[in-house]
């Protein structure tokens, strides 16, 4: 059986590779931080009933001793690094922090896997953020980068320090350049989950208004389920390479929000306001990504389009809901 080890199993992608993997027949070991109330984030591998069919281990990616007992402890063949202080607006808050943990833990990471088992084949979480004021109008594998908040910056140094471990080190580490990605299991502060949540609060009557920053912005939104099938695709080859994984197609956050509305059977100007205070202090106005090589070399298509995601994650915020307010 090979041996998976996934940094950020609580989080969305990590839930839903966790149990990609184990459909595949990987033993699945997980990263899980400890916090004061004494509870992991277990919501969202107990959402897919993955929960009891994985072994958590403890530790945190700005820790590498942890790190390195997990990799001699686990021993693993595949190492998929998703652990990152993930949501951009937050980077200016803790700057120190996403740097920390989005760019230096991915070193930590890779420092572990150097010492311990350079053999493993390791993927990390790079971000279309990177491209930030974009350089080209369809953004590949070649496009230069400019990111435009500390999130970008730190992701930067992650993408690049694995280039730089591939290189000098011949290891077989591979960087996956995602798009956004959403589902029933994205944090409620991204705006396509806030949407969701937030159309579902209105249509059971738990709330009146919808309050949103830039709708301009636009974004090339894929499904998790089908991004982290190209994250294993892409351990799955003989020599280790960087992939754009998007759908190519790019959409207003305005057009996201009316396919969710709509859905619901509600109107959107009835409900939504826009508040200055949700505008940040740089944009990212559009991404698009160019998917050809992903699609060329790896095989991989996305299946699920952005408005059956949406559906369904208006679906999944009601049925929740109701079941809590019950
Ligand atoms: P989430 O925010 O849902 O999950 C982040 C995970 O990282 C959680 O498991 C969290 O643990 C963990 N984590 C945070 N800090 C630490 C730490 N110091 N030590 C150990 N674990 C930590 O992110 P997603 O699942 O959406 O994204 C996965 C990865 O892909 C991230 O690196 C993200 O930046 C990147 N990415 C995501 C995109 C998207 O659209 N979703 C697009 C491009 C890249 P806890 O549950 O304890 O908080
Ligand atoms: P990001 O692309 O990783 O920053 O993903 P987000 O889902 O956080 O944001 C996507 C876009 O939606 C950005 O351009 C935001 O400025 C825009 N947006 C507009 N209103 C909101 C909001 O209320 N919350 C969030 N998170 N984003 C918003």
């Known amino acids: 059986m090979p041996r998976a080890f996934i940094t950020g199993i609580t989080g969305q992608d990590g839930a839903y590779l966790a149990e990609f993997l184990l459909d595949k027949g990987y033993q699945v070991w997980g990263l899980a931080r400890r916090s004061s109330s004494?509870?992991?984030?277990?919501?969202?591998?107990?959402?897919?009933?993955?929960?009891d069919r994985i072994n958590l281990v403890e530790g945190d990616l700005g820790d590498l001793s942890s790190l390195m007992r997990i990799i001699a402890d686990v021993d693993p063949?595949?190492?998929?690094?998703?652990?990152?202080?993930?949501?951009?607006?937050?980077?200016?808050?803790?700057p120190h922090l996403t740097a920390n943990v989005t760019g230096v833990g991915v070193l930590n990471v890779l420092e572990a896997l150097r010492l311990l088992k350079s053999e493993a084949r390791f993927y990390q979480a790079s971000s279309s953020e990177m491209f930030g004021l974009i350089q080209h109008e369809k953004q590949s594998e070649t496009t230069p980068f400019y990111p435009?908040?500390?999130?970008?910056?730190a992701k930067l140094y992650g993408h690049w320090i694995?280039?730089?471990?591939?290189?000098?080190?011949?290891?077989?580490?591979?960087?996956?350049?995602?798009?956004?990605?959403?589902?029933?299991l994205r944090g409620q502060e991204f705006v396509t989950r806030k949407v969701t949540d937030g159309v579902a609060r209105?249509?059971?009557?738990?709330?009146?208004?919808?309050?949103?920053?830039?709708?301009?912005?636009?974004?090339?939104?894929?499904?998790?389920?089908?991004?982290?099938?190209?994250?294993?695709m892409m351990l799955q080859q003989e020599t280790a390479d960087d992939y754009v994984v998007a759908t190519g197609q790019t959409?207003?956050?305005?057009?996201?929000?009316?396919?969710?509305?709509?859905?619901?059977?509600?109107?959107?100007?009835?409900?939504?306001?826009?508040?200055?205070?949700l505008f940040?202090?740089?944009?990212?106005?559009?991404?698009?990504g160019d998917p050809a090589k992903a699609e060329?070399?790896?095989?991989?298509?996305?299946t699920i389009t952005l408005e059956e995601m949406i559906c369904e994650m208006v679906d999944a915020d009601v049925a929740r809901l109701t079941q809590k307010h019950r």
Do not use: C
């Not at 004494?38 to 897919?48: M, V």
């Not at 636009?218 to 294993?232: I, Q």
């Open 38 to 51: 004494g509870g992991l984030h277990l919501d969202r591998l107990e959402w897919l009933g993955v929960l």
């Open 77 to 94: 063949d595949e190492v998929y690094n998703l652990a990152a202080q993930s949501f951009v607006a937050t980077s200016w808050q803790q």
């Open 148 to 153: 435009r908040s500390p999130y970008a910056v």
């Open 162 to 184: 694995t280039v730089n471990y591939r290189e000098s080190f011949g290891m077989h580490a591979s960087s996956g350049i995602l798009f956004n990605h959403e589902s029933p």
């Open 202 to 232: 209105i249509k059971l009557g738990l709330a009146k208004e919808l309050r949103l920053g830039n709708i301009e912005a636009k974004r090339d939104w894929g499904h998790a389920r089908d991004y982290v099938r190209a994250m294993w």
């Open 251 to 277: 959409w207003t956050v305005k057009h996201m929000v009316d396919i969710a509305f709509k859905h619901a059977g509600l109107s959107v100007e009835d409900h939504l306001v826009i508040d200055q205070a």
């Open 280 to 288: 940040r202090p740089a944009e990212v106005d559009i991404l698009l």
């Open 296 to 302: 060329r070399q790896l095989g991989w298509t996305p």
